[in-house]
């Protein structure tokens, strides 16, 4: 448990951005978007051992690739101190994009390709604060 809370704070520490008001859009995007990158990492390995094993035997290995390249640049998003949290969140997005764009090509127009393109538009609109975005609307 005390590790759990350690690896918590760590995330917490480096995916919430010091300036951020407490109460603010800016604070709870970045307070959601640290929780939800403290459950993407252990989650990640629960989808990383099949996509091993459905790789070898449909010998697709560019997306066991892209799936290894995933789970360290999430381990990097949540516990590598230094990055600013923006380019954190850059970081996620790029990722998500990238999978979705590996697993479309690999496994044709259906399943986990479109439900990564899904998760991508939730979380930018999630993440990034309207008052960040430079729309006119």
């Known amino acids: 448990m ?3 809370n350690r690896l918590r704070n760590a995330v917490k520490k ?6 951020a008001v407490p109460n603010s859009l800016a604070y709870w995007s970045d307070m959601l ?7 993407l990492i252990p989650l990640s390995l629960l989808a990383l051992i099949p996509a091993i094993v459905a790789s070898f035997v449909n ?5 066991l690739i892209f ?10 998003i949540g516990y590598l ?3 600013p949290v923006l380019i954190r969140k850059i970081m996620l997005m790029s990722l998500l994009t ?4 590996v697993l479309l090509t690999g496994l044709g127009n259906f399943g986990p390709g479109l439900v990564y393109l899904l998760a991508l538009t939730i979380f930018m609109l999630l993440y990034f604060p309207r008052i960040n975005r430079k729309l006119p609307f």
């Open 98 to 101: 990238m999978l979705a764009f």
């Open 33 to 39: 978007f640290a929780k939800s990158i403290f459950a």
């Open 14 to 19: 480096n995916c919430i951005s010091p300036e």
């Open 67 to 76: 799936d290894l390249i995933g789970f360290f640049t999430l381990f990097i």
């Open 81 to 83: 101190p230094g990055i």
């Open 59 to 63: 010998e697709i290995y560019i997306i």
């Open 2 to 4: 005390q590790l759990i």
